[in-house]
């Protein structure tokens, strides 16, 4: 098969999978559901899930259990369009299963720090063993700092996990260490981007990640100065060195002192326009929403199947997480129009 055949036929399957996602009526449906069972009955009975969701039992089956048989599909349809990439694909099926990795460690640090290390084993995506460098199971039977890192040994994130290897006693420092593992992450997939892909991808996959990461590098700062006031320098170290922010705006966002002058640092630039459009709840969702909008674009209109497969991913993670916030909402009685405000479709 000629390259440009392959690439439609990549870019075709992954078209017929984001056609099979959910509609808006379904999210009308599973918003007015009152339960779980009823949230489960309804994606078995409606909705493509039903092939995950055929065996179970949706007045049984536990809420995290629900989530992890969900996010396993979303993996297995990720990896089932990693096999039609062959070469450039490969280096960025890399970057996903990495972010899932760094996603693991961190939830596993943060049960730890908070002296309940034994309920990984209930969140612990057991699919995803065979896939990973990181030991999960030795991770699920850490109990202190030191089994923790032992579970990391011979992972590319040992090196880096162990310059925040505290004292005895200590906790880890989470949001230093987090930082770290995803600059690492990033680093790797701009690194792919120039040293493996030809100039048309390569432009198409530096504008959808510069402009992820200036979603990213904003909502960071906010974070940073609304809720701990942190200083320029410390800023500064947060921020991915990426994007197309300008040395000023950077400058400016380090040294705001408020979330109201983060807001004023980026008044004019092409990122304050797209935040100015965006019709957000709270500050935190910008980030959801610019990347649905920048991935959901590209899978209307790129034609690299590289762009295709990655914006794929971004776009089903979103659903997932309003699949996950519906089950939240009918679990604990939430009215359903607080929960329509954080579903981005």
């Known amino acids: 098969m000629s390259s440009s055949k392959s690439a439609n036929a990549v870019l075709a399957k992954m078209r017929a999978k984001y056609g099979r996602r959910l509609s808006d009526r379904d999210y009308e449906n599973l918003l007015a559901c009152k339960s779980v069972a009823e949230v489960v009955t309804y994606l078995k009975n409606n909705t493509y899930y039903d092939t995950v969701l055929r065996t179970v ?162 909502v960071r700062v906010f974070r940073l100065k609304k809720y701990y006031r942190e200083s320029a320098d410390v800023t500064e170290r947060f921020m991915f060195p990426y994007g197309t922010l300008g040395a000023q705006t950077r400058k400016k966002l380090c040294a705001a002192s408020t979330s109201a ?30 990347v649905y909008a920048i991935t959901k674009k590209n899978i209307h209109f790129s034609t690299y199947p590289i762009v295709g497969m990655l914006s794929y991913v971004f776009v089903m993670q979103q659903e997932y997480s309003n699949i996950v916030s519906i089950i939240e909402g009918a679990r604990y009685g939430v009215d359903p129009e607080k929960i329509r405000a954080i579903v981005i479709v």
């Not at 002058?261 to 610019?290: C, P, S």
């Open 261 to 290: 002058e983060v807001f004023d640092a980026i008044k004019g630039t092409k990122l304050g326009r797209k935040i100015g459009k965006m019709d957000y709840v709270y500050a935190g969702q910008i980030q959801e929403i610019g």
């Open 57 to 218: 039992n949706e007045r049984e089956v536990h809420r995290g259990r629900l989530e992890l048989i969900l996010r396993q599909k979303l993996f297995d349809d990720f990896y089932s369009l990693c096999r039609y990439m062959k070469g450039t694909g490969e280096y960025f099926a890399k970057f996903i299963i990495e972010r899932d990795e760094i996603e693991q460690i961190i939830h596993f640090l943060t049960l730890l720090s908070s002296d309940r290390p034994q309920e990984y084993i209930f969140k612990m995506p057991a699919y995803f063993a065979k896939h990973t460098s990181v030991d999960l199971a030795a991770l699920a039977r850490a109990r202190d700092n030191e089994s923790f890192f032992a579970a990391l040994y011979g992972t590319p994130y040992e090196p880096i996990a162990d310059r925040y290897r505290p004292k005895k006693d200590e906790r880890v420092n989470i949001p230093e260490l987090e930082n770290a593992l995803y600059r690492y992450c990033y680093d790797e997939v701009y690194k792919a981007i120039r040293e493996k892909t030809s100039k048309g991808e390569q432009k198409a996959l530096l504008e959808m990640f510069d402009s992820m990461i200036d979603i990213l590098n904003f």
